[in-house]
Structure formats: structure tokens, C-alpha cells
């Protein structure tokens, strides 16, 4: 049985920074990849980073030179680094995995994370 448990996440100023971790048990980290979405009120859920098993990554514009995604395969653990954070960048945070290569698409992870609420205060 697959199991993703996200730690991290809170309150903090605009500008400063968070770290986020999610931890898979029950698959087999070679064959997928992990990405972090989010989703705010109103909205829907985008993707915010993802990393193939190889360690390649994607990230959406808005955060491009601010978060940095990354994994330990021994761990077994994905992390996202977001610094410079700005109040738009509130949501819910959501780990996901899904075989093979990163997708922008929400409906093609077939693992979710619990979320954990992630709020940049102005």
C-alpha cells in the first residue's frame, strides 16, 4: 500500500522562506516521479514543481528561481525549498506520484500526500 506523508508548511512573512517534505512508502522510487502541487481557494490545483526519477525537473513560471524541488531516492523523500515567498503563493500544498516522468496534468498522479496549508502573509 502506498503511503505519502507531507511535513513542513505554516505561516510566514512575505519573502521569506519554507521547506517542504513528503515522505513515499509502498513504490518503487525508481519508477516515479514526484511532483508538488497546490491549489487556493477558488482555484484549481496547479502543478508547482515535479522531478523524474532521474532527478530532472519542472516548474511552473511563477516559481521559477524561488522553490527548488529535489528527492532522495534512499529516503525515499521529496522536498520543496521555497524561499523569496510571496502572498500569492498561499494555498494548500499537495505531494503526488505517478509513474515514470513529471506532467503538469493533477489527474495523472495516482498518489496523493495529505496537503498541508502553506500561508505568505503581506
Known amino acids: 500500500q502506498v503511503h505519502l506523508v507531507q511535513f513542513g508548511g505554516g505561516l510566514v512573512q512575505a519573502g521569506g522562506s519554507l521547506n517542504l517534505s513528503c515522505a513515499a512508502s509502498?513504490?518503487?522510487?525508481?519508477?516515479?516521479?514526484m511532483g508538488w502541487f497546490r491549489q487556493a481557494p477558488g482555484k484549481e490545483r496547479e502543478l508547482v514543481a515535479a522531478?523524474?526519477?532521474?532527478?530532472?525537473?519542472v516548474y511552473t513560471d511563477s516559481v521559477k528561481g524561488r522553490f527548488t524541488i529535489s528527492r532522495d531516492n534512499a529516503k525515499i523523500t521529496v522536498y520543496l525549498q521555497m524561499n523569496s515567498l510571496k502572498p500569492e503563493d498561499t494555498a494548500v500544498y499537495y505531494c503526488?506520484?505517478?509513474?515514470?516522468?513529471?506532467?503538469?496534468?493533477?489527474?495523472?498522479?495516482?498518489?496523493w500526500g495529505q496537503g498541508t496549508q502553506v500561508t505568505v502573509s503581506s
Open positions: 503526488a506520484a505517478k509513474r515514470y516522468s513529471p506532467d503538469y496534468v493533477y489527474g495523472r498522479y495516482e498518489y
Open positions: 509502498g513504490l518503487k522510487v525508481t519508477k516515479y516521479a
Open positions: 522531478v523524474s526519477s532521474g532527478g530532472s525537473t
